[in-house]
Every structure is written in C-alpha cells, then in structure tokens.
C-alpha cells in the first residue's frame, strides 16, 4: 500500500497568520510553493493559496492586510498512514488539494497537487512496466506449450528420455 | 488512442491584449482555473497564471493599470487538439508548465492541466491492464484445452461421430 508518508514533500513552508499578505507572497516566491501553512503551536490552522493573496490585494493594499484576513480552512488534515487511493478520492470528490500531514499532533509533512501528480505519474511507469512483465509471463508459457505439445517437442523429450 | 480535446476546458477566462493587470487578477478569482490567456483576434499570444499575478501586483507593487503584455508569458507553449494523451504527457514531461492552451485551426480551443492529462492516462491504463489480463487468461484456458486435453476432445468427437 501507498501511504501518506512515502509521497509527501516535508519541507513544509508555513507563516503565522498576523504577516501581511506582502510578506506573505515574499515567501512564496522564494521558496516556490504555490500555499502556505498557518501553524500554531506546530500544528496546521489554516492554509493561504495564491488565489488567497489575488482576491485579498483586489480590495485592499496587500502591506496592510494581514493572512488572518484572507486565509482559509479548505484542508484536510491526515496522517502518515493515510494511503494515496483515500487522498485522491478526497481530491477528486470534494476538490480538496492541501493535506497536511500530522503525526503525534506535531505537523510532518505536506501533499500538495504537485506530490499528487508526481505519484500518479510515477504509478503510471509501474502500471505499464507491470503490463509488460505480465505479457512476458503469458508469452513464456506459451511459447512452452507451443513446443511442448508439437512434434518437435515429443521427438526431443522422447529421445531424452 | 484517446486525444486531448476529450479532456479539456472549454470555457477559458479569456483577455485582451491590452486590459489592464487589475482586470486580469479579477477574471482569474471569478473562474476556478487559475489562469487566464491573452488573445489577439482569437488567437493566443500568452498566458498569465497565479505565480505572474503575486510576483507583480503584490510584492513587486506593479500598476494595477499596467497592460497585462506586461507580465504575461510568451509565446505560449500550446499542444493541438487531436494530441493524444501519451504524446501530451511527453511534451508536459519536457516543458514542466503546469496549463497548456489548446489550439484548433490556430484558434484557442480549450484548455489542459497536467493533473488532468496524467489522471486520465492512468485511468486508461488500468482499464486496459484488466481488459488485457481477461484476455490472456481466455487465451491460457484455450491453450490448455488444445494441448493438455486434445486426445480426450478427440475421442470425444469420434464417440459422437
């Protein structure tokens, strides 16, 4: 089984929800991610996504506002058991796409779309390598009836023999 | 092969060449895909996505009057509609963008995500791995009854003949 833990990135970038959402951008850019954790006291409050800082600056001027104003609590939080079929069926049904990752009410890791992503690619490969061995199986055994059973194959076992 | 057109957005938050940043920031929060591509005479010249939005307006305080030529990426990196899903997944592969506009007769068509490509091919994947694996076994069961059985099939038949 896939779980939680062998997909998620663990270099979480977080904030605390009293920066401004200039500052805010400041560390998104720097560190190329596309949404920030809010923490407190080690554990996930509330997420902010770009879209977060875009509709936020629409109103007012982005060095005044605060992340507390803006931020928003569409995240789930999960653990490192947490397997890749049950987060992608939360991503697919109910169009959440920030999983924290908690363990012993300390935060671990994160998913993001962008591990989503790269695990299904990376199953993917296996998918189609597994495809490929499973038809080299069913060629082999072929192949031996083929020649087990034919002429050829009796007059050899029979002269072995 | 399952083409691209089968997957994509239709509806793209579509601009003009010379609206103004404000305008593109405000389109992008009403529509859910987190990007908006620039058009001249239908025709897409480039594409502005959330990270061009925070970079400018917010921590570079550009003009919110400023003409969205100005931050937009360009030219675009666009696949055509009839592309199928494995050749779209090569080209993402090598590009690393994460929204490709989609091209018809040279007009914007539509839209594809690299989540939704990758989705879709692993989708296809397993259903085939299944299909395949129901016909491989058909084939060993047949297998088996030609070689391992034929002289009970045989005298079978002449007993009835």
């Known amino acids: 089984m896939i779980n939680a833990k062998i997909i998620m990135t663990e270099n979480v970038i977080t904030t605390k929800e009293n920066a401004t959402i200039a500052e805010a951008a400041r560390v998104m850019l720097s560190k190329h991610v596309r949404s920030l954790v809010i923490t407190e006291d080690n554990m996930p409050v509330a997420v902010v996504t770009q879209r977060d800082l875009i509709k936020g600056s629409l ?41 924290p990752v908690v363990e012993q009410n300390k935060l671990v890791g994160i998913i993001t779309e962008t ?47 | 092969m399952a083409k691209i057109s089968r997957i994509m957005i239709t509806d793209v938050p579509t601009l003009k060449k010379d609206s103004n940043v404000s305008g593109a920031a405000k389109l992008m929060v009403s ?65 690393h963008f994460r929204r490709y506009p989609v091209m018809e007769n040279g007009n914007l068509a539509g839209l594809v995500t690299e989540h939704s490509v990758i989705q879709a091919i692993n989708d296809n994947i397993k259903f085939h791995r299944n299909i395949q694996n129901a016909v491989l076994i058909i084939f060993v069961i047949f297998e088996f009854l030609i070689f391992v059985l034929n002289e009970y099939i045989f005298n079978f038949l002449k007993f009835l003949g």
Do not use: W
């Open chain 1, 115 to 161: 591990d989503i992503i790269d695990a299904t690619r990376d199953f993917t490969r296996f998918h189609q390598i597994m495809q490929e061995v499973i038809l080299a199986i069913f060629g082999l055994v072929t192949a031996f009836f083929l020649f087990f059973f034919s002429p050829l194959g009796q007059t050899i076992s029979n002269a072995l023999s």
């Open chain 2, 31 to 95: 529509k859910p895909h987190g990007c908006v591509v620039v058009v001249e005479n239908k025709k897409p010249v480039g594409i502005i996505t959330e990270s061009d939005i925070v970079k400018n307006l917010i921590s570079k305080n550009v003009n919110p009057k400023e003409k969205v030529s100005k931050i937009m990426s360009s030219p675009i990196s666009s696949l055509s509609y009839d592309t199928t899903l494995e050749k779209a997944n090569k080209i993402i592969d090598t590009k």
């Open chain 1, 59 to 99: 109103n007012k001027n982005p060095s005044k506002l605060k992340v507390k104003n803006i931020m928003n609590k569409k995240f789930m939080t999960i653990t490192p058991d947490t397997t890749y079929q049950y987060i992608v069926k939360k991503l697919r049904e109910e169009k959440i796409d920030k999983f």
